[in-house]
Antibody, heavy 119, light 110 residues
Framework: EVLLAQPGEEVKKAGESLRISCQAS????????IAWVRQMPGKGLEWMGT????????RYSPSFQGQVTISVDKSLSTAYLQWDSLQASDTAVYYC????????????WGQGTLVIVSS | QSALTQPRSVSGSPGQSVSLSCTGA?????????VSWHQQHPGKAPRLVIY???KRPSGVPDRFSGSKSGDTAFLTISGLRPEDEADYYC??????????FGGGTKLTVL
């Protein structure tokens, strides 16, 4: 069974750094792109970026380029989303998702990590 | 950067058919046959219901179907059921592994 496990919640202060994780199991981690998707409170889905665990090739939406860093640790089958300096506007739910055998369809999703940033 | 336009809301009665649209401002929808649709219930993670314009993942009822005409993709749900009430997001490929989501449509089953 394919699973993407994410922590439920992170609470931080503005200016702090944060790295959230997405641990994959049930499939060959290196063979599927993983994307990160933001959902701000009451808003829609925003595609942030993606990474191919096989070679760590990462791509970012222009809206998020330079704002976050996506990385992987193949030995742990885990993808990460990282901020160097959080802002209150980063408060949102962040999902990781596995891309299936297509270019846009995400066939498995984590349960999401709620990041709360207080100012 | 692409923009995918979806109507904010659509409604239908149980048993009816509804079609949700997704229009691309750039040439992404028209150029690529890589449009997907995801369903999201409140407080839940999204679920893939259509990919590559017309393909349905295993486990998704055949009441869900996808199509495309020019720069607009469509998700059609036939035989509406109360559990279909959700937000629906289209997504399109923009090249270089980059994807863009539409703003989402709230489907209400009356």
């Amino acid at each position: 069974e394919v699973l993407l496990a994410q922590p439920g919640e992170e609470v931080k202060k503005a200016g702090e750094s944060l790295r959230i994780s997405c641990q994959a199991s049930g499939y060959t981690f290196s063979r599927h792109w993983i994307a990160w998707v933001r959902q701000m409170p009451g808003k829609g889905l925003e595609w942030m970026g993606t990474i191919y665990p096989g070679d760590s090739d990462s791509r970012y939406s222009p809206s998020f380029q330079g704002q976050v860093t996506i990385s992987v640790d193949k030995s742990l089958s885990t993808a990460y989303l990282q901020w160097d300096s959080l802002q209150a506007s980063d408060t949102a739910v962040y999902y990781c998702a596995r891309r299936g055998d297509t270019l846009t369809g995400y066939d498995f999703w984590g349960q999401g990590t709620l990041v709360i940033v207080s100012s | 950067q692409s923009a995918l336009t979806q109507p904010r809301s659509v409604s239908g009665s149980p048993g009816q058919s509804v079609s949700l649209s997704c229009t691309g401002a750039a040439s992404d929808v028209a150029t690529y046959d890589f449009v997907s649709w995801h369903q999201q219930h409140p407080g839940k993670a999204p679920r893939l219901v259509i990919y590559d314009v017309t393909k349905r993942p295993s486990g998704v009822p055949d009441r869900f179907s996808g199509s495309k005409s020019g720069d607009t993709a469509f998700l059609t749900i036939s035989g509406l059921r109360p559990e279909d009430e959700a937000d629906y997001y289209c997504s399109s490929y923009e090249g270089r592994q980059i994807v863009f989501f539409g703003g989402g449509t709230k489907l209400t089953v009356l």
